[in-house]
């Protein structure tokens, strides 16, 4: 992966420029707060796949930077929203915006990049890139409501567990790659086979991050382990375990679950269990399904280094300890 971000370096570098010119709001706190999460150490993950699907359909058109600067900017958005919904204190080992400058500073700025995002692709005058920027922001606001609406819902299924991700974060993964087959002038077969590359892969990369919040590492993770089941989220490693567990188990699992506060003991408890019946690795199990599957997806392209790029960041999604 290493090998994926040095030959992509220099574009990713034009869309870094490309996002310090678009923060250029006459309200200082606007720039502050913005600038403090974008400059947080993200992973630029989406830029990314936007950079490598265009060069994939051999674009020669500048302005997948400028999109790729627009991704970032709807990340970075669903991040300030996020802190504010889960009550975070720590964004990527950093405090979170709202610590900082308040919840509402942080509400005001995401909407803000909301908009400077939909504002910068209205520019562009083509009428594709804008009904999908404004369709995935739709998808991914009803992925956020769906999940407040399952909160500590102990009867979730796979099924809405795996719509909620695939609306609150593949969604913008699809679109990234599928903006990439867009100003590379491909196929509509072609641009489909992207957009459920990105699909698939950003379902990957939830179901990997939600298994790592139960078992990486704090320092390298960038937050506390065990945030999600204090926060009442049921993602795949717990959903698992609640399906599989004893009678009696299950109910310790629920208290736990239901008075959100948990001492670390709970933490320790839960991660045992889930050891114990296998959720960990049935978890990671799926993330690598769905990682192959947007492999996969990549057949219709010949090989070449940006498809082999795509390949490395779908292994990449699965295999990260942070």
Not at 18 to 39: C, F, R, T
Not at 55 to 73: V, W
Not at 91 to 117: C, F, K
Request: net charge neutral; proline share 2%; glycine share 6%.
């Amino acid at each position: 992966m290493d090998q994926v971000w040095s030959h992509y370096k220099e574009a990713l570098d034009e869309v870094e420029e490309q996002i310090k010119k678009g923060l250029d709001s006459e309200v200082p706190l606007i720039n502050q707060v913005a600038y403090h999460i974008l400059n947080s150490g993200g992973k630029r993950i989406r830029p990314l796949l936007l950079i490598i699907s265009a060069q994939l359909c051999s674009s020669i058109d500048k302005r997948h930077i400028m999109l790729a600067g627009m991704t970032e900017f709807i990340h970075t958005a669903t991040l300030l929203h996020d802190d504010v919904l889960d009550n975070a204190e720590i964004r990527r080992g950093i405090p979170a915006a709202r610590m900082l400058w308040g919840n509402q500073a942080s509400i005001l700025v995401g909407d803000y990049l909301y908009t400077l995002a939909v504002c910068q692709a209205v520019k562009m005058e083509n009428f594709e890139i804008n009904y999908l920027l404004s369709t995935t922001c739709r998808r991914m606001s009803e992925g956020e409501t769906l999940q407040l609406v399952h909160s500590r819902d102990l009867n979730l299924t796979e099924a809405t567990y795996l719509q909620i991700i695939e609306y609150k974060t593949a969604a913008l993964l699809s679109a990234s790659c599928k903006l990439g087959g867009i100003i590379g002038s491909e196929s509509d077969e072609r641009k489909e086979a992207l957009s459920r590359y990105g699909r698939n892969l950003g379902i990957a990369f939830q179901v990997a991050d939600d298994t790592l919040d139960y078992v990486a590492d704090r320092a390298r993770l960038g937050k506390t382990p065990g945030r999600d089941i204090k926060e009442g989220k049921v993602t795949l490693p717990l959903l698992h375990l609640l399906q599989h567990c004893s009678s009696k188990e299950k109910t310790e699992l629920k208290k736990i679950i239901k008075k959100g506060a948990y001492r670390k003991k709970d933490l320790s408890q839960v991660i045992e269990l889930m050891e114990r019946y296998g959720s960990i690795t049935y978890a990671r199990q799926k993330a690598q399904d769905y990682a192959n599957r947007a492999k996969n997806d990549l057949a219709i392209f010949n090989d070449s280094i940006h498809r082999q790029a795509l390949c490395s960041v779908a292994d990449y999604v699965v295999r990260r300890d942070h």
